[in-house]
C-alpha cells in the first residue's frame, strides 16, 4: 500500500495509525510515566523531566509538521501552561504540575492538552473522593511504589497536597490514544 511522501503507517488494535501518532504517544507515555513517579516518590517533578518534554514535542512536531506543527506544540505548551498557571499561583497545585501540563500539550497541541487536562482532572476528582473514603488506598500505594522500586514513597499526610501529576499523566495517554478512536 502507498502512502503519501514521508508518511508510514501500521495497523493496530484500534485500526491504521501514523507514525507522528505512534511517537506522540510513546513521548507522552515517557514524560507521564517519569513525572508520576518522580511525584509520587518525592513529591515534585523534575524541571529536566517537563524540559525534556516540551523541547521533544517541539522538535517532533516540527520534524512531522514544519513551521505549521512546530506552532501547533507552541501554542500546546502554552495552553498547557495557562491552564494550571493560576492554581499553581494560588498554591493549589505545584509548579511542576504545570510545567508538566505544558510539555504534555507540546506533544499533544492545543486541543488534546485540553482533554488531557479534563481527563487529568477528573481522574484526579475521583482518586481524591477515594482517597478520603480510604484510608487504606493510602497504604495500598505506598505498597505499590515500595514494590516497584523499593525506598519510602513520600505520599502526604492527611489534609496535605496529593500528588497531581499522576493523573495528568493520566489524562495526557487518554488524549493520546483517543486519537486512534
Not at 501547533?72 to 501540563?101: E, H, N, Q, S, Y
Not at 505498597?143 to 499523566?169: C, D
Request: hydrophobic share 60%.
Amino acid at each position: 500500500m502507498i502512502f503519501g511522501p514521508g508518511e508510514t503507517r501500521a495497523f493496530s488494535f484500534f485500526g491504521e495509525v501514523r507514525a507522528v501518532e505512534r511517537a506522540v504517544f510513546a513521548g507522552v507515555v515517557a514524560v507521564g510515566a517519569a513525572a508520576a513517579a518522580f511525584d509520587l516518590r518525592a513529591g515534585r517533578v523534575p524541571n529536566w523531566v517537563v524540559l525534556v518534554g516540551a523541547l521533544g514535542g517541539l522538535a517532533l512536531q516540527a520534524v512531522m509538521g514544519g513551521w505549521r506543527g512546530l506552532m501547533k506544540a507552541a501554542l500546546g505548551a502554552l495552553a498547557g501552561f495557562g491552564l494550571l498557571f493560576l492554581p499553581a499561583a494560588r498554591g493549589w497545585v505545584g509548579g511542576g504540575d504545570c510545567k508538566l501540563l505544558a510539555a504534555l500539550g507540546a506533544l499533544l497541541g492545543p486541543r488534546d492538552v485540553l482533554l488531557a487536562f479534563l481527563y487529568g482532572s477528573a481522574a484526579g476528582g475521583i482518586g481524591a473522593v477515594l482517597a478520603l473514603g480510604s484510608g487504606r488506598l493510602r497504604d495500598l500505594i505506598a505498597a505499590l511504589i515500595v514494590a516497584a522500586g523499593g525506598g519510602k514513597p513520600a505520599l502526604p499526610a492527611a489534609g496535605k497536597k496529593v500528588p497531581y501529576a499522576p493523573f495528568l499523566a493520566l489524562g495526557g495517554v487518554l488524549a493520546a490514544a483517543g486519537r486512534w478512536w
